[in-house]
């Protein structure tokens, strides 16, 4: 299962700069940090992902700590849309070599107008 | 346009029957999954698949049974269904380069309601 640990919800208000954090301090080295968000209704969405260092693309910014045992999105100037609940995974390795994804909880953002 | 395509949309089936939940990818992956979600549940892996051969089975029954006819291809059959069934099955893909850029692509799920 997913090594991962994340609050179960969190709000923020439309216009606002979110910090979603992620625990992982189990994580191995070649482990990598990716996020996904899912809303009702729909299929998992790819946000980021990285390994050690910080990325960004034009959804958000993942910053992962430099002993990489936690990890937090960032997603700047949230709107109604960026509603979903968000999925950090570590991608890791199954019993016959190959890698899949594990999903948790999660942390369910709530964007208020 | 969707690039998986996961058919139907919504399914109703009678306790003890069999059905089969299909899903297409134009994405040109060569690698493709099932992921069952039950209502307020996390997303639970079942299968994955590449080169239309089984790669990991996390589902305990033998009632759930991927079929692979082409690359592009992985339908679920289900048989002796089960009220506790009912859920979201969400098919997904990825190119299965394990570098840095491996990412998972899902379609938009068939719901499936068990009576």
């Known amino acids: 299962d997913a090594k991962t640990t994340q609050p179960d919800s969190m709000e923020s208000t439309e216009g606002e700069t979110v910090h979603l954090p992620c625990s992982h301090a189990?994580?191995?080295?070649?482990?990598?940090i990716y996020w996904y968000r899912q809303v009702p209704l729909q299929g998992p969405e790819y946000v980021t992902h990285g390994l050690q260092q910080n990325t960004t693309n034009s959804m958000a910014f993942l910053a992962i700590a430099s002993d990489r045992k936690s990890s937090t999105l960032i997603l700047p100037h949230v709107s109604l849309r960026d509603a979903a609940v968000y999925h950090c995974i570590l991608r890791v390795s199954s019993n016959t070599g190959y890698q899949n994804f594990y999903f948790g909880k999660g942390t369910s953002l709530t964007v208020i107008p | 346009d969707p690039k998986i395509i996961q058919k139907p949309k919504y399914l109703v089936a009678v306790t003890g029957s069999e059905k089969i939940l299909i899903c297409e990818q134009y994405?040109?992956?060569?690698?493709m999954y099932w992921y069952r979600q039950s209502a307020k549940k996390p997303l639970e892996f079942m299968f994955s698949y590449s080169y239309q051969k089984l790669m990991d089975n996390q589902t305990a029954s033998s009632r759930f049974q991927p079929q692979s006819s082409k690359k592009n291809h992985l339908d679920l059959q289900i048989t002796a269904l089960k009220p506790d069934d009912s859920a979201t099955y969400f098919c997904?893909?990825?190119?299965?380069?394990?570098?840095?850029?491996?990412?998972?692509?899902f379609g938009s799920g068939t719901r499936l309601t068990v009576l």
């Open positions: 189990t994580i191995s080295g070649n482990e990598y």
């Open positions: 997904a893909s990825s190119q299965e380069d394990w570098g840095s850029a491996e990412t998972l692509y």
């Open positions: 994405l040109g992956h060569n690698a």
